[in-house]
């Protein structure tokens, strides 16, 4: 029997209109082709749960949440429509316990069975209940910290009022001056100290050499006692024989080496000439500092993103290695780079130990998310330095760009930088 062409068209629009019921209700988590038995559970608050929510039974997903109502009666409770294809019977006593799947909040709807023999029915009404959030859990463990937290700044405060009353204006004047003096004397030791630990840095070698033959020109005394007499009296006879007026000269050379390394000194210690300036010019130790910092931030970015500085082919056709040329970023007024940490369907305080002690937190709600930050700039090279240093307590931080207040792309936001 030949088929009619518009009998071909109806058979092909019921299959895939077929297909289409049964593809829609697939997404939502049913399966029109199983069956399954329907039980009401009846809730004062939901706590976020929505429709294709899972149903686990000991860990094993035995259904879904069908359909989320309020209740005919205006009394403001939530009807919520838990669907089983599993075949297990449900004992009378069981509860559905609507509880966090994971830090983040999610839901889950747990079964926990009765110990009765008689078994729910189809459409049957059962026990609920709501398994406290972690908001609730912390709060319950902080609040008694919270509370001698107060009482200790309420004695910290009585201190400081009877402190206050003791030290009048007069005596503060006092200390503040006393402290001004201490401060300036610490400074005039720290720099004469300075000084004398350069002079004797300079010297140690001189002064080691000078211990050195003292201890040797006492062991030859201790040795030769016996002939110092006779030394002495030679050395007496030499010295009636030096002219006082080659002993004059002598003096005067000594006065004017004396004098020379004096003015040495002095242009030391007013910073005149190459040692003077390396002793007392604070900006070769700010420059070197500032070198250092540098160097350090390029080994955590070398050692986080190689990738950005060696090319290494794993099959040697004869390339070399090369370093990758530095970009250079400018800074966009409307162009604003963010450190991303995380989200969370739970507000998270900014003072929590979660974020390991982060300091320049920022908190963005995004619909039913939290979204948090850690660290703002419009320069990219800056941001960059942040990322590096936020990614040693958080791996997975990342970088968001946003244009007027709007996220973009970040390929773009760098994109536009770099012009």
Same mark, same amino acid.
């Given at each position: 029997m030949k088929i009619s062409k518009t !009998?071909? =068209?109806g =058979? *092909? /629009?019921v299959i895939s209109f077929t297909v289409l019921v049964w593809g829609i209700n697939f997404l939502k988590g049913r399966d029109i082709f199983r069956t399954e038995k329907v039980y009401i559970a009846r809730y004062k608050n939901v706590g976020g749960l929505e429709a294709s929510t899972v149903v686990q039974l000991n860990g094993l997903k035995i259904g879904y949440v069908r359909e989320i109502y309020f209740s005919?009666? /205006?009394?403001g409770d /939530? =009807? %919520?429509k838990i669907a089983v294809f599993n075949k297990f019977p449900l004992p009378v006593g069981t509860t559905a316990e609507i509880a966090n799947s994971d830090l983040l909040g999610s839901k889950v709807v747990k079964l926990s069975l009765g110990k009765s023999e008689k078994f729910y029915q189809h459409n049957d009404t059962i026990k609920t209940k709501i398994e406290s959030d972690l908001m609730s859990q912390v709060t319950e463990q902080i609040a008694p910290i919270k509370a001698k937290a107060e009482r200790l700044i309420v004695s910290l405060d009585s201190i400081v009022s009877g402190v206050s009353l003791l030290l009048n204006s007069e005596s503060r004047r006092n200390i503040n001056k006393s402290i001004e003096q201490i401060s300036l004397t610490m400074e005039n030791l720290e720099r004469i100290s300075s000084d004398? !630990? &350069? %002079? *004797? !840095?300079?010297q140690k070698s001189n002064l080691t050499s000078t211990i050195l033959n003292l201890k040797q020109l006492t062991d030859h005394l201790n040795d030769d006692s016996k002939s110092l007499g006779n030394i002495l009296n030679k050395f007496s006879s030499i010295s009636d024989s030096i002219s006082p007026a080659e002993l004059k000269s002598t003096l &005067? @050379? /000594?006065?004017k080496s004396a004098a020379g390394l004096e003015n040495i000194l002095s242009n030391i210690n007013n910073s005149n000439g190459t040692l003077g300036m390396l002793l007392k010019d604070s900006t070769l130790y700010g420059q070197l500092y500032e070198s250092g910092e540098n160097l350090n931030r390029l080994l955590i970015d070398l050692k986080t993103n190689p @990738?950005?500085?060696l090319k290494i082919s794993a099959i040697n056709f004869g390339k070399e290695v090369y370093l990758a040329p530095g970009t250079s970023y400018q800074t966009i007024e409307n162009i604003d780079f963010k450190v991303y940490l995380f989200s969370s369907k739970v507000k998270i305080p900014l003072e929590s130990s979660i974020f390991q002690g982060i300091k320049d937190l920022e908190e963005m709600q995004d619909g039913s998310n939290f979204l948090y930050f850690a660290g703002e700039d419009k320069s990219y090279d800056k941001i960059r330095m942040i990322l590096n240093k936020v990614q040693l307590s958080f791996p997975q931080a990342s970088l968001k760009a946003y244009e007027n207040?709007?996220? =973009? !792309?970040l390929k773009k936001a760098i994109k536009i930088c770099s012009k």
């Open positions: !009998s071909k =068209i =058979i *092909v /629009l005919d009666d /205006l009394s /939530l =009807i %919520v004398l !630990s &350069t %002079v *004797v !840095s300079d &005067t @050379h /000594l006065n @990738h950005r500085y207040k709007q996220e =973009i !792309s």
